[in-house]
């Protein structure tokens, strides 16, 4: 699309400049397949008109896309340079999606425990380019480095979202480098970026790219299998599945009434560092996408062939008793629980209990959200898979 670029948003959130720095950073041009220059132009064009930002706020994401750029140049270098990671292969996935704010991050932490699971770790999806080595995951810089920066992250973040440099990221951070990532809205609220990653793009490329930095991940560190995770996985499962056929798929259901403010007031969180929020356009915001990716999650598992290649997990259920629901996700994927795996993955529990970092204040209302309305739009999606609807807090 051909487009022009005014005022200092428009110059730092300029496509050409950005890919012309990332260049010359890298001192390469050699962008790889698939393409991806038509999300960026959205993603930048929606920031200029829509987002209008200044100072840190366009620091922030000037600075975000900037960065994916050369780590995307990188990545594509290290691929011509290392014949092993092209050679890579990804084979049945343990793919962990679902609600957000539902225990999709806990229970993705604890099935990456297991000594056989390799999950992309904070530090490496920070940083992911030389390929990491197996025989350096504690002493490398970029864990090093990682593991400070998390040192100072603000606290009130830690006690709504479990952070650390060697805990597993998800899928979001690795398909930011395809700029078709939901993760690029949170600096910022993109509108029309989101509708068109939500309802017109072609998420292929994001998938084909994301396979290609687990193949990059993997070259020089790899397990059994991947434990991998992200909530907005449900708006697009028949391209995932396209891209991984063989997938293990782990569904976590929660109480939209629940998830929504809380979904609403980490978002709020985080793009409030950088400068003010509407509350209620936030609110909005996570009840319409949400409300969608339950249809879709809905319309394409009625569809689905093969039932066997899911497992449903409810919130009530895991935060109950969480091993149970660790054995029977192993049981119904016909995978081996070993007694290291166990304790590893008890132990990480134990560590991690709920309140470690704080507590998480929030009300729907403040949001312009309430339980009624929350629970007759998702209707559907409680019946369909029996989620329970709690009164109490």
């Given at each position: 699309m051909s487009v022009t670029y005014l005022g200092a948003a428009g110059q730092a959130l300029d496509p050409d400049r950005l890919i012309a720095r990332a260049e010359a950073a890298v001192g390469a041009s050699d962008w790889g397949e698939p393409p991806f220059r038509d999300a960026l132009e959205i993603l930048c064009r929606s920031a200029v008109d829509e987002a209008r930002l200044e100072g840190p706020r366009l620091a922030a994401l000037t600075d975000k896309l900037q960065t994916r750029l050369i780590h995307r140049l990188q990545l594509m270098r290290d691929r011509r340079a290392y014949p092993e990671i092209p050679r890579q292969e990804i084979k049945r996935p343990l793919i962990v999606t679902g609600l957000p704010r539902g225990g999709t991050t806990i229970l993705h932490a604890v099935l990456s425990k297991d000594p056989a699971a390799r999950s992309p770790l904070n530090w490496e999806a920070t940083e992911p380019s030389p390929p990491p080595r197996a025989e350096h995951f504690h002493?490398?810089?970029?864990?090093?480095?990682?593991?400070?920066?998390?040192?100072?992250?603000?606290?009130?973040?830690?006690?709504?979202?479990?952070?650390?440099?060697?805990?597993?990221?998800?899928?979001?951070?690795?398909?930011?480098?395809?700029?078709?990532?939901?993760?690029?809205?949170?600096?910022?609220?993109?509108?029309?970026?989101?509708?068109?990653?939500?309802?017109?793009?072609?998420?292929?490329?994001?998938?084909?790219?994301?396979?290609?930095?687990l193949q990059h991940l993997q070259a020089f560190a790899p397990k059994d299998h991947w434990a991998l995770k992200s909530p907005v996985h449900i708006n697009w499962l028949g391209t995932l599945l396209a891209a991984y056929p063989d997938a293990r798929m782990v569904i976590v259901h929660r109480d939209p009434a629940k998830v929504l403010p809380s979904v609403a007031s980490m978002l709020s969180l985080v793009r409030g560092r950088n400068g003010p929020v509407d509350p209620h356009v936030i609110g909005k915001e996570v009840f319409d996408e949400w409300s969608v990716a339950t249809e879709r999650l809905m319309a394409f598992r009625a569809n689905r062939p093969r039932p066997d290649q899911f497992f449903d997990v409810h919130f009530t259920d895991f935060n109950r008793a969480p091993m149970e629901v660790i054995g029977a996700i192993y049981t119904h994927f016909g995978m081996r629980l070993t007694d290291e795996a166990r304790a590893a993955m008890t132990a990480f529990l134990d560590d991690n209990r709920p309140g470690k970092h704080g507590g998480h204040t929030y009300t729907a209302e403040e949001f312009g959200l309430s339980t009624g309305p929350i629970r007759d739009r998702f209707a559907a999606y409680i019946e369909t898979y029996g989620v329970a609807t709690p009164t109490s807090p």
């Open positions: 002493d490398d810089p970029r864990f090093l480095a990682a593991k400070a920066a998390m040192a100072k992250i603000d606290p009130a973040l830690l006690a709504v979202h479990t952070m650390g440099a060697d805990l597993p990221e998800e899928c979001l951070m690795l398909m930011e480098m395809a700029f078709r990532s939901v993760n690029l809205t949170m600096a910022a609220y993109l509108p029309s970026y989101m509708r068109w990653i939500l309802d017109e793009a072609d998420m292929r490329p994001a998938y084909d790219f994301h396979r290609q930095v």
